[in-house]
DNA sequence: GTGAAAGCGCTAACAG
DNA sequence: CTGTTAGCGCTTTCAC
């Protein structure tokens, strides 16, 4: 309320300068020379006077909103959207954009996706960032083309919109060697039975710490389930009653972990002394929550999200390698976190 | 890309009018008559150019951004304010609002909430939500006088701008009535420390149940700690160590809860055979995934979300009884949802 | 009932 | 190096 605040005219006037000159220094328009002493004198006044561009004369006539529209999956599913949008947002906000977020469902006709991605094209943002609640693979919806788009967590079935993914090979690696330096040899992995690139990387990482360390492979030690608390209660519970059991797992993701706590519990066994975990995705209200906590590989959401917003401004600013950034899509570290569920193994 | 989309004059001259008049119609304004017939067209004529109007434009006109700024805490810590936004979003999108969201933290200098609120002022946002991450009470940034604003869970210190908050005594209410329905009248509490509003709101919900059905109160059954995993932990085990042991827990929340599940098994007791607990949050990934599934209260993020939107939309068409909002905190339901951790005690 | 026209605050030709 | 000026697309006053 109060008085109405300082345009750019005011600033004008206090500078001594006419209204283009104003515009000329505050924007550090390129091609344009203003005596230095001219640029203190505006940049002075404009403080002065708390001066703030007012943004929709400034989008209407650069026809540019400076808002970035951020399609996200579930976002009160878990912390992991909370996570994208922090980056995004830290992201965005070094480059004076605004976020704007619509949430959106995951397994949804397509025909809703294309109703938001329509709200936010009613709200004319510059670019829109699409993000999934898990690594995937999906169609975009055929509005989305109009305009400049970057994909978290999933890739492009089509190919042509830059993307960033978590590198889950290299993920399990760091897990794996964690559980191999110390020194484990037989390792259990508790996968996931969906056909996702987690479930394929996550292996491929397994196999690929057990083969560099001259582990020969055995099939037995890996079953699969679906990657929620019970199954890996019971894929731990059958594992671990083994008389060969593993002296550790691996696990698909917190949740699987945790049910493999529970069976460690009903079967006596300790951890980390008779048994080490290490999880996949640091859900905090689970992996630090539980006792002892849990050891895991964390999923780099906020980088994603920083990532994909500096990705987008390269792109609206036609710095535009957007073939080749669309070309294979980004990893990002999985780093390792590590808490209170790996040990060495008991000697038998 | 493509042909730049439609504007109001083709809008007009496809419906064989004046702009004004396709203002008039498409922003239903008061005190104009336009003829039926006529509306009619013009809004025929809107639809097949697929018109929306340019927010930039009208924002500068109207001096009015269609931007309400939220302000939370913590966001991805949570799924909380996850729901929160949900619910401001879903009101926000009815009323063709756009929500800006802002992380912030939760117990910064106060510097900090100032300079996230100029954020949003610099977006020049039309209101402000500002959620934190529990119930308490607060005090709000002195630039944030200058806008219509709106609490969610928390309580203006000053007592001066509208809020909304879970009905903290309600919950504990409908937790242990349903223990007692249960056919429970040894209940213990397992309490939070803190001096904020849940810790008192649920304990005086707790001591009104037992009034009410005349079971007499046992401060021996009330113990308070942090409300973290360990600590219910500890003060489950202690509590359920005892000869005259309670046959049923009432949990501070679903964190201690799922402390004293570990202290449960430990000691052998099985849930909810000999022994039924009730939390409070329903946190998803905590109450879903223990076993059994968690009994617990939900809190109201979503609905205070809503509620919050359509109170700044209500203060912004100046239906405001500000003065009368702001007097006393709007109290929402925190409804009981049942998993399977109760059951009737079993005889000694 | 309908229309003409004046700006909202800013940017960017273009002129000087 | 700096200033004048014409709109961006819309709402709204006022006249018809």
Redesign the interface.
């Known amino acids: 309320?109060?008085v109405k605040s300082a345009g750019i005219r005011d600033v004008a006037e206090l500078a001594g300068v006419s209204v283009t000159t104003v515009s000329h220094v505050l924007n550090d328009t390129p091609h344009t020379r203003v005596a230095e002493e001219t640029r203190a004198r505006v940049r002075h006044a404009a403080k002065t006077l708390g001066y703030?561009p007012?943004?929709?004369?400034q989008?209407?006539r650069t026809n540019r909103?400076g808002l970035i529209g951020l399609l996200s999956e579930e976002?009160?599913?878990?912390?992991h959207?909370?996570?994208i949008?922090?980056g995004a947002?830290d992201a965005a906000?070094e480059h004076d954009l605004?976020?704007?977020?619509?949430?959106t469902e995951r397994e949804s006709s397509g025909h809703s996706h294309r109703d938001d991605v329509q709200?936010l094209l009613?709200?004319?943002v510059d670019a829109v960032l699409y993000a999934t609640m898990y690594h995937r693979q999906v169609s975009l919806p055929p509005n989305l083309q109009?305009l400049p788009a970057v994909l978290i967590d999933s890739t492009d079935r089509a190919g042509i919109v830059p993307a960033v993914v978590p590198d889950e090979v290299g993920g399990a690696i760091a897990a794996v060697t964690h559980l191999v330096e110390s020194g484990h040899t037989r390792i259990g992995f508790l996968n996931n039975d969906d056909d996702v690139p987690a479930t394929h990387g996550r292996f491929e990482g397994y196999r690929q710490v057990l083969d560099a360390h001259g582990i020969s492979f055995d099939a037995t030690l890996v079953s699969t389930a679906p990657s929620?608390?019970?199954p890996g209660?019971e894929l731990a519970r059958e594992m671990l009653g083994r008389r060969d059991r593993p002296t550790a797992l691996f696990c698909y993701n917190d949740?699987m972990a945790?049910g493999a706590y529970?069976a460690a519990?009903e079967l006596g066994l300790s951890i980390p002394d008779d048994l080490s975990i290490v999880g996949f995705d640091n859900?905090?209200?689970?992996a630090a929550?539980l006792?002892p906590g849990l050891t895991t590989v964390a999923l780099p959401h906020?980088e994603m999200g920083v990532w994909a917003v500096e990705t987008l401004v390269r792109l609206l600013h036609g710095e535009g390698e957007y073939k080749l950034l669309a070309d294979k899509p980004t990893l990002l570290d999985c780093p390792l976190v590590v808490r209170g569920s790996v040990a060495r193994p008991t000697a038998h």
């Open positions: 309320m109060a703030g007012n943004r929709a004369a989008a209407l909103s976002i009160a599913t878990t912390p959207a909370g996570r949008i922090l947002q906000r605004t976020l704007v977020i619509i949430n709200a009613d709200r004319q109009a929620e608390t019970l209660y949740r945790m529970r519990t859900q905090e209200l689970i929550n006792f906020y």
